[in-house]
């Protein structure tokens, strides 16, 4: 039978857990980033164990759940956010809050989310119309920025999505985009039945003129 020897790393490690130095350290350092920090990286701010951390992080999750900051796990990583129950005295103290993106601009936005990288031409392209001011309010916001250019004639540039964008979607990658079914919104043909021969007339009959909204052989579609 081993022993495991002790190190004073392991000492260190247990009064950390222990007398919650580790969780204060780690709620601490969550408050003043402004950016979601991973648990490797909290683990080497602090010098904890991953594990720990871990463990630290599932309490402040606890502790926390019924408080006006709550700790979300967004972009690959963890921040402190308010709560959504507070969100009405959150809003009170923001406004005027920034404007809302207007449905081009949201467009837009899902466009890059779920192509990225592309350029102005494809996201104009799937839109059919101008993208320059709706590109410019997303690069205002963060949401979009410059990633390299295509290399294709004009080597124009290439846009892609930012952890703003996740943050602010609460989305911890674009894997939890909902899926879209593409193909439904392909154009489907569809087959139409042929309208029935009119039967001859007798002699001396006129023949029945067919109804005004189909021809003899065709059905248009409004």
Same mark, same amino acid.
Do not use: W
């Given at each position: ?69 709550? !700790? ?93 964008? !996740? ?11 909902? =899926?879209?079914?593409?193909? =439904? !919104? ?11 021969? !009119? ?8 023949p029945a003129s067919p109804p005004d909204d189909q021809e ?7």
């Amino acid at each position: 039978m081993s022993v495991e020897p002790t190190s004073a790393a392991q000492h260190i490690q247990e009064e950390l857990l222990e007398t919650g130095a580790l969780q204060r350290s780690i709620e601490a350092v969550l408050f003043v980033a402004n950016e979601a920090l991973s648990i490797k990286a909290l683990a080497k701010l602090t010098a904890a164990e991953e594990a720990d951390v871990t463990l630290a992080l599932q309490r402040i999750d606890e502790e926390f759940a019924e408080r006006g900051l709550v !700790l979300r796990e967004v972009a690959g990583g963890y921040r402190f956010a308010s709560s959504p129950a507070a969100r009405a005295a959150v809003e009170a103290y923001l406004l005027p809050p920034k404007t809302n993106l207007s449905p081009a601009a949201l467009e837009s936005l899902a466009i890059v989310a779920y192509n990225e990288p592309v350029t102005k031409a494809q996201i104009e392209e799937i839109r059919g119309v101008s993208a320059d001011s709706v590109i410019a309010t997303l690069l205002d916001r963060r949401f979009i920025v410059e990633s390299g250019r295509r290399e294709s004639p004009g080597r124009p540039l290439l846009y892609k999505t930012t952890t703003d964008f !996740l943050e602010a979607f609460g989305l911890n990658s674009l894997a939890d985009l909902p =899926a879209v079914d593409l193909d =439904a !919104l392909q154009p489907r043909e569809v087959e139409l039945p042929m309208t029935q021969p !009119l039967a001859e007339a007798p002699p001396g009959e006129t023949p029945a003129s067919p109804p005004d909204d189909q021809e003899a052989g065709a059905l248009s579609l409004a």
